[in-house]
């Protein structure tokens, strides 16, 4: 599976932007896909995660309430629209996938990975 997180861009604070994730190659079957970030000089950490049906989310508690993950398995894209956008949401976004149904919080659980797109956020 080849992923390609796109969306990314430059914001105000108390913006929005919506990334989305494009899967490509083998896409058949069920696959969870996990959005992580990582921030200069900090350590990659956790967004958002959703299963095949978009039934099952999960959210990092700095980001609950402002992003909502949602695929459409149609266009084989995974989206994570992001509002009242902070400072400290600055970073490289990027999707990754696993096969399977279950939802997955770090990042060795998942074996592929997209390319990040920058998200940044002026005060």
């Known amino acids: 599976v080849q992923l390609q997180a796109s969306g990314g861009g430059l914001v105000q604070a108390g913006g929005s932007l919506r990334l989305s994730c494009a899967a490509s190659?083998?896409?058949?079957?069920?696959?969870?896909i996990g959005w992580f970030r990582q921030a200069p000089g900090k350590e990659r950490e956790f967004v958002a995660t959703i299963n095949w049906s978009g039934a099952r989310t999960d959210y990092a508690n700095s980001v609950k309430g402002r992003f909502t993950v949602s695929r459409d398995n149609a266009k084989n894209t995974v989206y994570l629209q992001m509002n009242s956008l902070k400072p400290e949401d600055t970073a490289v976004y990027c999707c990754a996938g696993r096969v399977g149904s279950s939802l997955a919080y770090v990042d060795y659980r998942y074996p592929y990975w997209g390319q990040g797109t920058q998200v940044t956020v002026s005060s």
């Open positions: 190659g083998r896409t058949g079957g069920a696959y969870v």
